[in-house]
C-alpha cells in the first residue's frame, strides 16, 4: 500500500497503481525502509478506517470501485 500522504506531490506524480514504490520515489533516501501495510488488513471486512493524526481525525473509506479516500 502507497504512504496515505504525499502533500508535496501532486496526484499526477505517484506511481501507477500495482507499479512497485521505491523511498526515492516517495522523496526519501534510496537507503530508507518503507512500510507497506496491505489494505485488507487495515479495514478487516469494513470499508472506513478512523485514523488519529496530530490531534485531528481523518476517515479513509474504501469506495465501491476500490478506491481509497482520505478526509478530515
Not at 500495482?18 to 526515492?24: E, V
Not at 533516501?29 to 472506513?48: I, K, N, Q
Not at 478512523?50 to 482520505?70: D, P, V
Request: hydrophobic fraction near 40%; include cysteine; glycine fraction near 10%.
Amino acid at each position: 500500500m502507497q504512504e496515505l500522504s504525499r502533500e508535496s506531490h501532486p496526484v499526477a506524480d505517484c506511481p501507477s497503481a500495482g507499479a512497485a514504490i521505491s523511498p526515492a520515489d516517495l522523496g526519501g533516501s534510496a537507503d530508507a525502509t518503507l512500510h507497506t501495510v496491505d489494505s485488507e488488513a487495515l479495514f478487516r471486512g469494513g470499508r472506513v478506517l478512523h485514523i488519529q493524526h496530530e490531534g485531528a481525525l481523518y476517515q479513509l473509506r474504501l469506495t465501491k470501485l476500490g478506491k481509497l479516500i482520505l478526509t478530515k
